[in-house]
T-cell receptor, first 113, second 120 residues
Framework: AQTVTQSQPEMSVQEAETVTLSCTYD???????LFWYKQPPSRQMILVIR??????QNATENRFSVNFQKAAKSFSLKISDSQLGDTAMYFC??????????FGAGTILRVKS | GAVVSQHPSWVICKSGTSVKIECRSL??????MFWYRQFPKQSLMLMAT?????????EQGVEKDKFLINHASLTLSTLTVTSAHPEDSSFYIC????????????????FGPGTRLTVT
């Protein structure tokens, strides 16, 4: 069975600084997708970034980038130049063909001014 | 594009009554929709997978007679909580998978804004 582990229940960062959220997963599949979702206080789930396992290049979306280490089954999210609007709960998620999204427990990130 | 709506956004009902939550894909067709339940500061828990025109597949431990799911069209799925009790109070989120997306992106799910259910 696939599992996703987020070992940091809560984190805080100063505005404009950089923070990295950790995620590890366990699977025997070779082709799959990984996602980071953001859930702000409004509770709307927002896709932050996606990574396809067969692509070696790390995905980036503006201030958000990932460090994807397939052999180590690690998928961390780096947020650069943190902004107050980044305050949210962040979920790492995994999926492979035809199956269901598997979410981690989440990390609450607080950006302080 | 890829907008999913839920209605209502917040509902309060009395214990023993039933409440229906609608999930609509507004600008795409969804063969598959998913229903999640979320408690405060916790992760999303998948309740069931809903496929258009067929019976929903429920996750282990989810009472199918209590949480009725109907996926009547490619743009609408409904979750009915029957004989609701205070322990059913929670935040319910639906998501949808786009039928028309290219293969690489077809795994992505688009989430609705959620429905807060309070049972008194």
């Amino acid at each position: 069975a696939q599992t996703v582990t987020q070992s940091q229940p809560e984190m805080s960062v100063q505005e404009a600084e950089t923070v990295t959220l950790s995620c590890t997963y366990d699977t025997s599949e070779n082709n799959y997708y990984l996602f980071w979702y953001k859930q702000p206080p409004s509770r709307q789930m927002i896709l932050v970034i996606r990574q396809e396992a067969y692509k070696q290049q790390n995905a980036t979306e503006n201030r958000f980038s990932v460090n994807f280490q397939k052999a180590a089954k690690s998928f961390s999210l780096k947020i650069s130049d943190s902004q107050l609007g980044d305050t949210a709960m962040y979920f790492c998620a995994f999926i492979f063909y035809g199956n269901k999204l598997v979410f981690g427990a989440g990390t609450i990130l607080r950006v302080k001014s | 594009g890829a907008v999913v709506s839920q209605h209502p956004s917040w509902v309060i009902c009395k214990s023993g009554t039933s409440v229906k939550i609608e999930c609509r894909s507004l600008d795409f067709q969804a063969t598959t929709m998913f229903w999640y339940r979320q408690f405060p500061k916790q992760s999303l828990m998948l309740m069931a997978t809903s496929n258009e025109g067929s019976k929903a597949t429920y996750e282990q431990g989810v009472e199918k007679d209590k949480f009725l799911i109907n996926h009547a069209s490619l743009t609408l799925s409904t979750l009915t909580v029957t004989s609701a009790h205070p322990e059913d109070s929670s935040f319910y989120i639906c998501s949808a998978r786009d039928l028309g997306m290219v293969a690489g992106l077809s795994y992505e799910q688009y989430f609705g804004p959620g429905t807060r259910l309070t049972v008194t």
